[in-house]
């Protein structure tokens, strides 16, 4: 069985939501990034680089970085329906939206949702966190023009992993309201979300959110 040591505000939802779609076992151990425990030794044994999520195999190999381990897992377990093949006609659509998701629109995302990481002046937090929606806000242009020229998704009709990791970071986004001009996106994020296998996770992690976003407002719980 897979081990992944994940939690609240972590990507590890990501990882959750291949799994599920999959139908693949899995322990869910936790660690709590507002107590540090991510730095912590014996996290550290098990994962020496700090980061979450990470997973360990049946076989006891630790696998980090997010896009990674959902790779590593589409292609153990042959999940055709998250990733082309090799050899597939979509896959390099698919790798050229995969790392314009993951190597854009989630370092943007980083700042948007935790900016007091990237200022050295906590004053400045607020002004990183605008400017960092702005900027997210003009990379989804790109996936709006793509998605209206041949949706639903971002393969045209074929679902994928790009579609789902788009829909956990734009849920960070708010007010909602700001992504009303993107509907082939809205939409492709609504189809996302409909999926039965991930709606309990969708619906865990908005607990979640709201949950830091109170204690963001009382000046606690920043990782």
């Not at 377990?77 to 854009?104: I, K, Q, Y």
């Not at 994928?160 to 309201?177: F, M, Q, R």
């Amino acid at each position: 069985m897979y081990i992944l040591y994940g939690g609240a505000f972590t990507r590890a939802l990501t990882v959750e939501m291949v799994l599920a779609e999959a139908d693949l076992p899995y322990e869910l151990r936790e660690i709590d990034m507002v107590k540090g425990e991510h730095c912590s030794e014996e996290y550290r044994a098990i994962c020496p680089t700090g980061m979450i999520p990470a997973l360990i195999t049946p076989e006891g190999e630790t696998l980090y970085e997010t896009p990674a381990i959902c790779l590593a897992l589409a292609e153990r377990h042959d999940l055709t329906m998250l990733v082309p093949r090799a050899d597939d006609a979509d896959r390099g659509r698919f790798l050229s939206a995969l790392f314009f998701v993951t190597g854009e629109i989630e370092p943007v995302m980083k700042r948007y949702f935790f900016p007091h990481r990237y200022v050295a002046r906590e004053e400045d937090a607020a002004a990183m966190r605008q400017r960092s929606l702005e900027w997210a806000l003009d990379l989804l242009v790109l996936i709006e023009e793509q998605i209206q020229a041949g949706g639903p998704y971002q393969l045209g009709e074929r679902y994928s992993l790009v579609d789902l990791i788009l829909t956990y970071w734009i849920g960070n986004i708010t007010p909602a309201e700001v992504l009303d001009r993107f509907p082939a996106v809205l939409r492709c994020d609504e189809l996302v979300r409909q999926r039965l296998r991930l709606v309990p996770l969708i619906e865990r992690n908005e607990v979640m959110r709201a949950a830091y976003a109170a204690l963001q407002a009382k000046g606690e719980g920043v990782v």
